[in-house]
T-cell receptor
């Protein structure tokens, strides 16, 4: 059982370039999330989704877009990368509210560097 | 807004000594509380969670935490530290009446184990 899988695990971009991070989960979870982790800041929520075809903004959504075309996949896009987006990105998923108490299952992270 | 405060960005203990990592949350509504551990270059792994059952919660690797409503605290403890416990620890909160917008994380505490 793979759980939550993120690709790519590492990426280096130049300022202004675009890219997409892919998150896939095989646990049939309804909810999916994208967080970024920066030193001394903990994890901050970028966007989340409560089901296929839905997305919502989190705490730090600016400069990112997301899509949830399939239940098992959640894509995070950067249209024009900036050095401030250098970070480690984590995808997570969870059951819907009726079946869980909030526990998130995390991927191993994607380290992005923007030069 | 909900928030989580972890006291001490770095905590250093000797191998075999007591580990105490502090977490306080802000809320007037009973929350769900979590401790996650992150080993270097890995994702976050759930250590334990409080979901309004027993106030003393036992987790993996010998860790436990006690929910104290009067102190709005959820401190993590382990009686005897092991070298393998060296990692980053995150406290997180989710409110029982909340929506799907994930967990709110503290900024993390880096646990250092001295030989």
């Amino acid at each position: 059982n793979a759980g939550v899988t993120q690709t790519p695990k590492f990426r280096v971009l130049k300022t202004g370039q675009s890219m997409t991070l892919l998150c896939a989960q095989d646990m049939n979870h309804e909810y999916m999330y994208w967080y970024r982790q920066d030193p001394g800041m903990g994890l901050r929520l970028i966007h989340y989704s409560v089901g296929e075809g839905t997305t919502a903004k989190g705490e730090v959504p600016d400069g990112y877009n997301v899509s949830r075309l399939k239940k098992q996949n959640f894509l995070l896009g950067l249209e024009s990368a900036a050095p401030s987006q250098t970070s480690v990105y984590f995808c997570a998923s969870s059951y819907d509210r009726g079946r869980h108490t909030g526990e998130l299952f995390f991927g191993e992270g994607s380290r992005l560097t923007v030069l | 807004a909900q928030s989580v405060t972890q006291l001490g960005s770095h905590v250093s203990v000797s191998e075999g000594a007591l580990v105490l990592l502090r977490c306080n949350y802000s809320s007037s509504v009973p929350p769900y509380l979590f401790w996650y551990v992150q080993y270097p270059n890995q994702g976050l792994q759930l250590l334990l969670k409080y979901t309004s059952a027993a106030t003393l919660v036992k987790g993996i690797n010998g860790f436990e935490a006690e929910f104290k409503k009067s102190e709005t605290s959820f401190h993590l403890t382990k009686p005897s530290a092991h070298m393998s416990d060296a990692a980053e620890y995150f406290c997180a909160v989710r409110y029982s009446g909340g929506g799907a917008d994930g967990l709110t994380f503290g900024k993390g505490t880096h646990l250092i184990i001295q030989p």
